[in-house]
């Protein structure tokens, strides 16, 4: 149903006439070329005529030779629109014409705007697992080095990943399938641009590796004081929940004025970003990180000793944070120096007491001291 009204882009508008009047595969044109070098004659015209008889191609124009006749162009319309899946298999039957192509002499190759967006999504699909598990295997190395714990690392990359995942799923439910795109003024489904996945992955991933680290970083400067893993946690929790709760807030205001946009790419990463940072501070961080490491117990912090031995000591806030907040050891005392005596503390019970001795020790005559107390004064008559 094509959609106008004052606020239309001009893009959709022409988009939406180009459909209404040669159909939705007007929109996605895809460009033959042909390489007649060492060809038939007719050779151009034999792969036009085969290509056109396709399924899912509604027309194809004549070729089109250069002036040395040595290459030709032929436009292919196919009968579905530039973000289908059957327009991609169209490009893949295309591309499998080895028969034809020994037949005539000819090489086929497809190009063209729809052609180069199907490659790239294919060639970013292909990529996004090794980037994935690339990104994953590095942050748990930087992590096993940081706090020295290996089942840490492992709980805080699997954390970091049901975060990004749980993204994914809202995105998906909302742009493909259309649950409460009403909400955030959509108009209809439309298919995932091939590269939110793994940009969504590079910054979700960041943001939530930030926030472990700086929980992880004050649960293990308490743990390292007094070795209890239940006062650890709840130290971590309460030094860094506020700080964590006002980052996500920010972020989550931030991410979600991108869905205010009228792109639906927009829409997508502010929707995927402002989910991923809402469920990340507040389920993840404050109440499954904590709850998995009470279960885990004192297993958080155990490592092997020739890993100990091996990764290198990187410092963040762990023995100098305990340095300051651990009292100083007492200096060895001197052989060679005097002690000195503490001094007496006296009172006026005590001092009364060494007075009465020194009088008894005295020999001779004891006189008894006048009494200062003040005779009162006599009244005049």
């Not at 990004?164 to 259309?178: C, P």
Request: charged letters at 20%.
């Amino acid at each position: 149903m094509p959609v106008t009204g004052p606020r239309t882009p001009p893009p959709r508008v022409a988009f939406d006439l180009l459909t209404r009047g040669f159909g939705i595969g007007a929109n996605a044109p895809l460009l033959v070329v042909i390489d007649l070098d060492g060809a038939e004659p007719d050779a151009a015209a034999t792969v036009a005529a085969e290509l056109s008889s396709l399924p899912g191609v509604t027309r194809a124009t004549p070729p089109l030779p250069n002036d040395e006749n040595t290459a030709a162009i032929v436009q292919l319309t196919p009968d579905s629109g530039p973000e289908d899946e059957a327009t991609e298999d169209l490009v893949l039957a295309i591309r499998d014409q080895q028969a034809l192509e020994s037949a005539t002499g000819t090489s086929i190759d497809v190009t063209g705007a729809t052609a180069f967006y199907i490659d790239i999504s294919q060639r970013l699909n292909d990529r996004l697992p090794v980037f994935i598990i690339s990104v994953v295997s590095l942050s748990f190395l930087l992590l096993t080095a940081v706090f020295r714990a290996p089942v840490v690392a492992a709980k805080a990359a699997v954390m970091n990943l049901l975060g990004i995942a749980a993204a994914y799923g809202v995105v998906v439910a909302v742009f493909q399938w259309g649950w409460a795109k009403d909400l955030i003024g959509l108009e209809q489904t439309v298919p995932i641009i091939s590269f939110l996945p793994m940009g969504l992955f590079a910054v979700l991933f960041g943001l939530s590796m930030d926030y472990e680290v700086f929980i992880l970083s004050r649960i293990r400067e308490a743990w390292l004081i007094d070795r209890d893993n239940d006062r650890a946690i709840v130290h971590g929790l309460s030094a860094s929940a506020r700080v964590i709760t006002a980052a996500a807030a920010i972020m989550f205001a931030v991410f979600g004025s991108f869905v205010a946009g009228d792109s639906a790419e927009i829409k997508m990463f502010g929707l995927g970003l402002a989910v991923a940072v809402l469920l990340d501070a507040t389920v993840i961080r404050m109440l499954v990180v904590p709850a998995s490491m009470k279960v885990l117990g004192n297993a958080n912090w155990w490592i092997p000793a020739w890993l100990d031995r091996l990764l290198p000591n990187l410092d963040i806030e762990g023995s100098e944070a305990t340095e300051e907040l651990e009292p100083a050891p007492a200096s060895p005392p001197n052989p060679r120096r005097r002690p000195q005596r503490e001094p007496r503390r006296t009172t006026r019970t005590t001092r009364c007491a060494h007075r009465a001795r020194l009088r008894d020790a005295t020999p001779g005559p004891r006189t008894r001291r006048p009494s200062r107390r003040r005779r009162p004064r006599s009244r005049a008559h």
